[in-house]
DNA sequence: AAGATACCTTGACTGAGATCAAGTGGAAAT
DNA sequence: ATTTCCACTTGATCTCAGTCAAGGTATCTT
């Protein structure tokens, strides 16, 4: 079902086109990665890529959240990036993958065989420069997130996801500073562990303490209220007049 | 001193002429860059640039170690990137900084005024192309740190660094697999801690305590023996047949 | 030579978060 | 309707690393 609705879809309708590999791509360039592109679907919970496999294909998050994932022999697992649409998987040059790549809720991805892929790249200075800009980006992220896992309390790092994922959402937002966020956490509490070096208990714990203390609403499990951002940046240790709020 | 030593030096004598951003450049292009290159030197200690300033130059660092660093307004630091000969600092297309870029040791940078490089990689796909694979490679640096910050107890985290530094200076050591290999550690107890996300106390006590079970030597303290690369990995809790001993 | 400084080590105690364990609630399966 | 399952919550206890404090050692200053 969901493959059907970007099955032969033209690329000028994608609903990632400005944000993607593909973001500074003229109408004929976009003609050549028409013809070697093809869309995945996945549900939640399926894994993408294998950690070691060979990788034959690279491409872009459509819609839903995939995870990278690294997992040590003894079973402990961090999360090392968050895929949200528009963001690329894979890496041009490179056989095996890295890391195990996770569907965390149903995921549609626009792939490109790797081959054709890189060919294109070396004629096609947007792309290359596209994912230049892409890879700095998530390096500033990753390194954003070395900060939150290496010196945060559980608490500023239950605080500083739900600023990010409150951030991503609040681009919908009306302009009132003061207007509350509401969203779905598209995570479970084991996979904010994951990505927080924590226990899927003390996630649970804190998500409680912040709740009882009027920081965040909670409606069932995963519905949240942010009545005040400013607070749950404080919270969250970060600097309350840097980047979001102005 | 140091910078006499670079003064009016010919890129093709340089160290780092071939794992740096210009690695691939050929004569011509190598000639443009001279035009707008100029060495800087910094004492160990010193701050190369401050988080939040105006950045007017980007380039590599040819000697020395140098290091990225995150503040929180409380003081508690995070190092997230640790920047050795060759590597590259600073954004091409982004004003100010987003980090500190501490001096560890005395450090010399090949810098460019920034303009005139982002002009000269516009049409030098060499160079933007350099400039990706570098920028791949810290981003899975930056992954494969999250799983240690994230997941690694304090003993782990020790014995992955000291596995960094020996692989770095390993390239120098003889095929036979089991010779002991020897270093001086480029970092204080305190920057080591920075970087794991650990009090300098605990970085003191793991280092006595591996030095007490044999998995390293130590003379003075900062002079160290692996005496046994495969016995140290296994305390960082890497796959121990996993990229560098095969 | 004596003091100052920077870097490091070690000890005693504390506490945040992990671990172990039991229980809740809601949705899907039978 | 009830069983099963999964995601989550909450409690009790433990432990690893943080904190506070004292002392050591090498180098630089005066």
Same mark, same amino acid.
Request: a negative charge; glycine letters at 6%.
């Given at each position: 079902?969901?493959?059907?609705?970007?099955?032969?879809?033209?690329?000028?309708?994608?609903?990632?086109?400005?944000?993607?590999?593909?973001?500074? +791509? &003229?109408?004929?360039? *976009?003609?050549?990665?028409?013809?070697?592109?093809?869309?995945?679907?996945?549900?939640?919970?399926?894994?993408?890529?294998?950690?070691?496999?060979?990788?034959?294909?690279?491409?872009?998050?459509?819609?839903?959240? $995939?995870?990278?994932?690294?997992?040590?022999?003894?079973?402990?697992?961090?999360?090392?990036?968050?895929?949200?649409?528009?963001?690329?998987?894979?890496?041009?040059?490179?056989?095996?993958?890295?890391?195990?790549?996770?569907?965390?809720?149903?995921?549609?991805? +626009?792939?490109?065989?790797?081959?054709?892929?890189?060919?294109?790249?070396?004629?096609?200075?947007?792309?290359?420069?596209?994912?230049?800009?892409?890879?700095?980006?998530?390096?500033? $992220?990753?390194?954003?997130?070395? !900060?939150? *896992?290496?010196?945060?309390? $559980?608490?500023?790092?239950?605080?500083?996801?739900?600023?990010? #994922?409150?951030?991503?959402?609040?681009?919908?937002?009306?302009?009132?500073?003061?207007?509350? #966020?509401?969203?779905?956490?598209?995570?479970?509490?084991?996979?904010?562990? &994951?990505? !927080?070096? !924590?226990?899927?208990?003390?996630?649970?714990?804190?998500?409680?303490?912040?709740?009882?203390?009027?920081?965040?609403?909670?409606?069932?499990?995963?519905?949240?209220? #942010?009545?005040?951002?400013?607070?749950?940046?404080?919270? $969250?240790? &970060?600097?309350?007049?840097?980047?979001? !709020?102005?």
């Amino acid at each position: 079902m969901l493959k059907a609705q970007f099955d032969h879809s033209n690329c000028s309708d994608c609903p990632i086109r400005h944000r993607a590999v593909c973001a500074h +791509c &003229d109408a004929h360039e *976009l003609e050549e990665l028409e013809d070697i592109k093809y869309y995945r679907s996945f549900e939640a919970g399926q894994t993408i890529i294998w950690s070691g496999d060979q990788m034959n294909f690279v491409g872009s998050v459509v819609s839903g959240i $995939a995870s990278l994932t690294q997992t040590m022999e003894d079973g402990r697992t961090q999360m090392v990036g968050l895929l949200l649409p528009s963001d690329f998987v894979g890496r041009p040059g490179r056989e095996s993958a890295p890391y195990d790549v996770l569907a965390t809720t149903d995921v549609v991805m +626009c792939c490109f065989r790797k081959k054709p892929f890189e060919e294109l790249m070396n004629h096609t200075p947007h792309i290359a420069h596209r994912l230049l800009q892409m890879t700095l980006d998530e390096l500033d $992220a990753a390194r954003e997130w070395m !900060l939150v *896992l290496g010196r945060k309390t $559980a608490r500023e790092k239950i605080a500083s996801l739900l600023s990010i #994922i409150a951030r991503r959402d609040a681009s919908i937002a009306p302009k009132g500073k003061s207007a509350p #966020i509401v969203f779905d956490l598209p995570l479970t509490r084991e996979a904010m562990a &994951d990505y !927080l070096g !924590l226990t899927l208990e003390t996630v649970s714990r804190q998500i409680s303490a912040l709740k009882k203390e009027g920081v965040i609403e909670l409606e069932g499990k995963r519905h949240v209220t #942010i009545p005040d951002m400013r607070r749950l940046m404080d919270e $969250a240790g &970060d600097d309350s007049d840097g980047g979001f !709020l102005n």
